[in-house]
């Protein structure tokens, strides 16, 4: 059999090269240029960043693929592009004070994100088992290091501990599973899969299919493979907490929701039923551990789970309209949780942050935006209207109903229920209580970039919930 | 119309309230002054409203439609009738009443009071305006936060308790309800949320039952119905008495009003079914509601079980489908703000002076405040119904309509209007009559110029409802046939 070398096309892999070659650039900066805090060179990520989202956005509506079809960057890939992009942006503006407060490094912490950043939109690219394991790989890698950036903080240590070895765990499941696979089929590429099953059920098909499964829940967060989420990300340090809360999870989602109405046709494996006794058993342990949790990033981790149980309803639907209901609801997820892990960096005070609930007590009296900030966004990710958690979750249940899954919905209204007690909790302490021990003395001003950061997060919070009109719309030509 | 007269009423609060935000903080006589002026204005809008009503037809009128997001048919799209008219008015003059009622008591984070209470004001007035069923959901949901910010920062001492149990009974019904609307979307075909286009279409009938109890549950939290009635007095007698006012005034009627709106005229064949149960339950509570108040000890609970009771004559009067009974209804939902606010209103001013709602703390008020008694006689004989008052034109009306509809259920019914003089002139002379017992109350202020200007505003109106019921009845009566008649289509109305 002859070899053919395949047409080298760069130009659909664009989002992922760009944040890589920025990542070198930042590397060979911190390395090579002298000076102590080198806070400039978050300028340079957010440059590169801004430059990917820009090459990323030229290529909406071309529909490109490379490296025979192991790429594709169809509309859908794109908008998860732009989400991962934009979280990223949002979160090195968090970084800069944080990372200053507590006499961190620039230069490692912005070339790692970065690279995850690449990783992660090359996951979303992906068409291909193989690639999509290369994403994986170079999205996790990265966030190993970062939760345990903050190297003398005891729990940042464990966080990344914990996240390696659970993580490396579930990246041999999802690689086993890709060897099942391919000695089912004798390919890795989704569509090829797909043909070469032709609607036939088959052991080691289905056994791979399943262990890919375990790697992309892992992922996610769905029960029962969430052990991992709430000690990382009560650990990791904060901004990363929120990226890795929403870019990882746009990112696993994108390839998860490919994977899935791609390669698996329901005639060979019949995941809507699985996945829809997995959306509601995530969704309702996400909702009842998160009750009683009285550490704020612990609660919001709790709070990925279940909305991870949300976004599955869209795949349960497994059409167009439920695609693009859920890339609605990564999009409006993104900036309402980012501007809630914002709010909590912009409540804290040089390197203390008001973490458990007793700290957050009386805190609208002392950081009165702050705190505002964080209410709109638990109001938002709570579900109420006009915000943004409210249209996405919307569209999410639309489209379920549509689809005839009512019960589905209803389980799922049930647990916004459930949800909405403990997205209440914060505020009832920071509003309807007197300020908390040790946090009495004026608070210093929030840093320029940071509030700049959380208000315009507030602010897409606010405006994707007043006028859904243009994302839904590009979510829907997004599936087209 | 070229004035986008519905408009302004919802976002001219919401500006209010961003110029509120902006005030100097510590300025506290500015930020109640420019509060007053601003809910004013606010009514001023709304009497401009009143001066164009056309009262002589059921059609929607002031309409504004703008499509909001268009691909899935949902729409900017307010409109005023006969059904929602009085409702908008009454809004707007309750919070004329409850602003002005909050300067003496409100001096802790007044700022964010006075925003609170304006954003509320529009998200009710929302409610009442919304003919889209996502938009209408957006204003019902939306108008909790800020009625749960102001019980439980502005409340007493259980006060978060009742604000995070009125926000979960809340929500656990309209949560549902917010299923139904998507059912409702995608069942009847017609692929809007326009609330005149869902009428044109006949939602399937073996829907119409889990459409409508989705819906019912929804409403019945928020009147409150028996027996879910639980989450209101925790919340009258912990929130603020604007709050208060506020709450029974207006959000119990958002309630009546969605009964109306929405399950009557959308779920026709339903309704019927449904009838009897809600009929009943609407007698059981306002027997029991009338029971209950007799028996507190607290002034402010024996208001809202009060609350209880009006509440089921208006489900009562909504759902035996006829016309007297139905205006009755409507009339009595402005009835029992009026009458029910300046009832909150008077035990808040109670409250301001001894930091009590204890019936058994107080005894012999007329002799010191005298002023105060004969309003507070006066308002408890408008709530029991007394002829001349305008209490006594709603409820009478709704007893006739259920009267030809069934005897019994009046019969019933109207012995609640006699436990209402029992609860209310027992509390009466428990509270203004007899010796002066206790020593605190023996000087006691009477009524300033302030308080006295709010009270009697609000004594004028009920007697000019109690003469002249005719100026509220003669402009629904157009829109109240209207709504029998998607009733009558379904063979009920005889």
Redesign the interface.
Known sequence: MPFTIPEINLVPLLPALIPAVTAMLIMLADALLPGKSKRWLAAVALLGLAVSAYFTFTLYGTDQSAFNNSIVANNFSIGICLVVIAGAFITVLLSIDFLNARNLDFGEYLALLLGAVSGMTLMALANDLIVIFLGLELLSLPLYVLSAFWRTNDLSLEAGMKYFLLGAFSSAFFLYGIALVYGATGTTNLELIRSAVDGTSNMLFVAGIGLLLVGFGFKVGLVPFQWWIPDVYEGAPTPITGFMSVATKAAAFAAFFRVFMIAVPLTAFDWQTIMALLAVVTMTVGNIAALVQTNIKRMLAYSAIANAGYILVALVVNNAEGLSAALFYLAAYTVMNLAAFGAVIALGQGDRERLTMSELSGAAQQKPWAAAALAIALLSLAGFPPFAGFVAKFFVFGAAVNAGYVWLAVIGVLNSLVAVYYYLGPIVRMYMQPPAEGWQQTPARTPALLAFAVVVVVLLTIGFGLFPSELSQFAQAAVK | MSVPILTLLILFPLLAALITALLPRDNMRLIKGWAFVAVAIEFGLSLYMLANFVPNTSQMQFVEFY??????GISYHVGVDGLSFWLVILTTFLMLIAIPASFSEINV?VKEYFIFFLILESALLGVFVALDL?LF???W??S??PMA?II??WGHEQ??YA??KF??FT??GS??M??AI??L??ATGARSFDLLELQKTIVPANLQPWLFAAFALAFAIKVPMFPVHTWLPDAHVQAPAAGSIILAGVLLKLGAYGFMRYNLTLFPDASQQFAPILVVLAIIGIIYGAMTAAVQKDLKALIAYSSVTHMGFIILGIFVFSQQALSGAILQMVNHGISTGALFLMVGLLYERRHTHLITEFGGLQKVIPVFGFFFLFVMFSSMGLPGLNGFVGEFLVLLGSWETNPAYAAVAAVGVILAAIYLLWAYQRVMQGPVTNEKNKTLPDLNRRELALLVVMAALIVLIGIFPDYLLNPMQASVTQLLHFDAVAGLVK
């Open positions: 499509p909001w997001v268009p691909q899935f984070r996502f959901y957006v204003f949901e939306f909790l936060i910010l439980g920062i006060r978060i604000a995070v926000i979960l929500m656990a949560l549902l917010l299923v998507l059912v979307y995608f």
